[in-house]
């Protein structure tokens, strides 16, 4: 009864801070890939949803000098990489960036990502009525 008790106020606290001002995004499945020494762009991939919509304009990391948003297309039968200036966030649309596709390149690594360690990516969104919200995330650095 008493771990009862405990779980509701768990989530009667985690509903008040919902209500701030920041509005909850959700983000999961964040991961790097390992680089080999020597390469000096890597890539780091995850997954975002939020119950409005939203936008990410900007991502930074202290492992890299910087971060661009990529998708890929097919130009001329060759896939290419295209930087995107934002991502848009619908509301209720979870947004997957995985190999292949949308991703986020880590240009000019400061060292090489080794596998088991984690990164932390500070992720700058903006919500419809202009205002901005800063997440910062831990990312494991995979071998795959
Ligand atoms: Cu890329």
Known sequence: MKNLFCLILLCALSACQGSSSNKQISISE???????PGQVV????L???AKQDIRLDAVTTPVAES???HTMQIQQGVMRMRMLEKLDIP????????????HLMLIDLKSPLKAGENITLQLSFSHSDGSSQQQTIIA???AK
């Open 30 to 36: 964040a991961w790097a890939r390992a680089t080999v």
């Open 91 to 102: 509301a209720g649309k979870k947004v997957t960036l995985a190999p292949g596709q949308t």
């Open 47 to 49: 997954s975002i949803a």
């Open 140 to 142: 494991p650095v995979l």
């Open 42 to 45: 890597g890539a780091a991939y």
């Open 67 to 69: 971060v661009e948003i």
